[in-house]
């Protein structure tokens, strides 16, 4: 994966399957993808299904979502949500564990330097690329919110 500017949410979209690609090829263990709501990530895409789906069948792999809510999420990603209960045992949906207003990054990381970053949403400014650096000052910057956070997206509506 080369280096790619985020200057608009097309791009992003874009952005997101590449760094996701990335990761996934590099054969990580882990993706973390951080977002208020992800309702402008590309997450109906059949493709991204079935690449996840692989790598999920490896061993030990997990893919970690943390988001204040995920209602926008089920709205406008709904083979996404429907998709996720076959995969409940390696994706863990986060939710913040204190309420009250938090600044929310557009993340996705993987465990070693695959790094898209959103620092602005209008006009859209961020950046994907292979970033050791960068990856891991993400990955400071988000770990402590992943730790106080609490499981916050059931399966099934009330738990049933």
Same mark, same amino acid.
């Given at each position: ?15 997101? @399957?590449? +760094?996701?690609? %990335? /990761?996934?090829? $590099?054969?990580?263990? &882990? ?8 309702? *402008? ?6 493709? @991204?299904? +079935?690449?996840? %789906? /692989?790598?999920? $069948?490896?061993?030990? &792999? ?8 995920? *209602? ?12 996720? /209960? ?75």
């Amino acid at each position: 994966m080369i280096a790619i500017d985020i200057d608009s949410r097309a791009v992003f979209r874009q952005a997101v @399957l590449t +760094a996701l690609d %990335a /990761a996934i090829e $590099r054969g990580a263990r &882990r993706i973390v993808c951080v977002d208020r709501d992800f309702a *402008d990530w590309p997450l109906e895409a059949t493709e @991204l299904h +079935a690449s996840l %789906a /692989a790598w999920l $069948r490896r061993p030990q &792999r997990q893919l970690v979502l943390l988001a204040a809510g995920y *209602d926008p999420l089920v709205r406008t990603h709904p083979r996404f949500s429907e998709w996720r /209960a076959d995969w409940m045992h390696a994706i863990d949906a986060r939710v913040p564990a204190e309420a009250g207003p938090h600044e929310w990054p557009t993340l996705l990381l993987d465990d070693g330097p695959v790094c898209l970053s959103v620092w602005q949403r209008d006009p859209w400014r961020g950046r994907a690329a292979v970033d050791a650096v960068a990856a891991h000052a993400a990955r400071d910057r988000i770990d402590a919110e992943l730790q106080r956070s609490a499981p916050g997206w059931p399966a099934r509506p009330l738990g049933l």
